[in-house]
């Protein structure tokens, strides 16, 4: 689930190189064929050389699938920028379109070899979210309800990620689980890659006893903070416990939000009596779930039409707008899919 957990900054061509290849090798871990390997090569291509031709402070997130939480192996490519914005996306993916050196060029194609592919832009940036399945299938009825967004980036300088994340969705039940390694780096990576191990084998508790099992499973770590939220989709109910900095909170349907309340202490350290709090989780209504590297004050108001769109473009433009830089961060989005 944790996918490759790093950024990369897009500014000049040897730049897009080094993100081809991070591609290319986690395309090979994965087991694709050469020429669906190709593919991701010449979409991560395309959408690096459009940041270092027309955007401003490009960057790119690469992200590992699984069936767990995807419901596909592949991968996910975010391509991030400031500006200056698509003017028209309909028209700049038109076979045979050239945007005349504008940002844009290449969309047709990209949205061609892709699985799933989507841009939102304003004046002031520009997301795009290209998925790449290891396997082309056939579009099938009886997706899941929800669907699964993510990014999860290291703290600069360091070359792990000491957040974790993961998630099962299963029989109106969603489960998400979030893990901050105390401090940074390997000590911290090690943390929280054994919370995701052992809540494998728990995730079918209810969320205050995966807390206090994690906790005593981590006593000899660095330790984490986590939070663990259980949907019961067809009550429309979310059950959540948290301890220490994770942030959680549903974007209801009708406007405004509820946040989500997370106590304080470490887990493998410190813990009071854990607390396990209900909040209503209707039809229609967003998650997000992030670590501490993100700021807590964002807000979605001054991006309209963002809320519609996939929640990997969600938790893309909150990573770019309102992450702290020096920290990891991880941010977690869902929501319904369109049309189930």
């Given amino acids: ?37 190709g593919e991701v090569a010449l979409i991560v291509t395309e959408l690096g050389t459009n940041l270092v031709k027309h955007a401003r402070q490009g960057e790119m997130l690469l992200r590992v699938l699984d069936d767990e939480a995807d419901g596909e192996t592949g991968i996910e490519v975010l391509a991030l920028d400031r500006g200056p914005g698509i003017a028209d996306v309909a028209v700049s993916r038109i076979d045979g379109y050239s945007t005349s050196g ?38 099938v009825a009886g997706k899941p309800r929800l669907e699964i967004g993510a990014v999860r980036v290291n703290a600069v300088g360091e070359a792990v990620c000491g957040d974790e994340w993961t998630a099962r969705l299963r029989n109106e039940r969603l489960v998400v689980m979030i893990a901050d390694g105390l401090g940074h780096g390997l000590a911290a990576h090690d943390a929280a890659r054994r919370a995701v191990t052992e809540f494998a084998a728990i995730h079918e508790q209810d969320p205050g006893t995966i807390i206090g099992d994690l906790h005593a499973a981590l006593r000899s770590s660095r330790g984490a903070a ?16 948290g301890l220490g900095n ?55 108001a001054g991006y309209p039409g963002l809320r519609t769109r996939h929640p990997s473009l969600i938790a893309g433009v909150l990573y770019r707008d309102f992450s702290r830089r020096r920290d990891d961060v991880t941010i977690v989005v869902v929501k319904e899919r369109p049309g189930v």
Avoid: K
């Avoid at 957990?5 to 994965?30: E, I, N, Y």
């Avoid at 259980?230 to 959540?240: F, H, K, N, V």
């Avoid at 909170?249 to 009708?254: E, S, T």
């Fill in 226 to 241: 986590l939070a663990v939220l259980a949907a019961d989709l067809e009550r429309g109910i979310a059950r959540y416990c």
């Fill in 1 to 37: 689930m944790s996918g490759v957990g790093s950024g990369f900054p897009v500014q000049d061509p040897t730049q897009v190189s080094v993100v081809r290849r991070a591609a290319q090798q986690a395309a090979m871990q994965l087991g694709f064929g050469e020429a669906r390997a």
């Fill in 102 to 139: 504008t940002l844009g060029q290449g969309l047709g194609a990209i949205g061609r070899l892709s699985d799933f592919f989507q841009v939102y832009t304003q004046p002031t940036g520009t997301a795009i979210v290209a998925r790449i399945a290891r396997e082309r299938r056939p579009a």
């Fill in 246 to 300: 994770i942030s959680g909170l549903v974007m209801m349907p009708g406007g405004g939000r509820q946040n989500m309340v997370s106590q304080n202490g470490t887990a493998g350290h410190s813990a009071g009596r854990i607390h396990e709090f209900q909040y209503p989780f209707p039809r229609d209504a967003v998650l997000v779930m992030h670590s501490d590297g993100l700021v807590s004050h964002w807000d979605l």
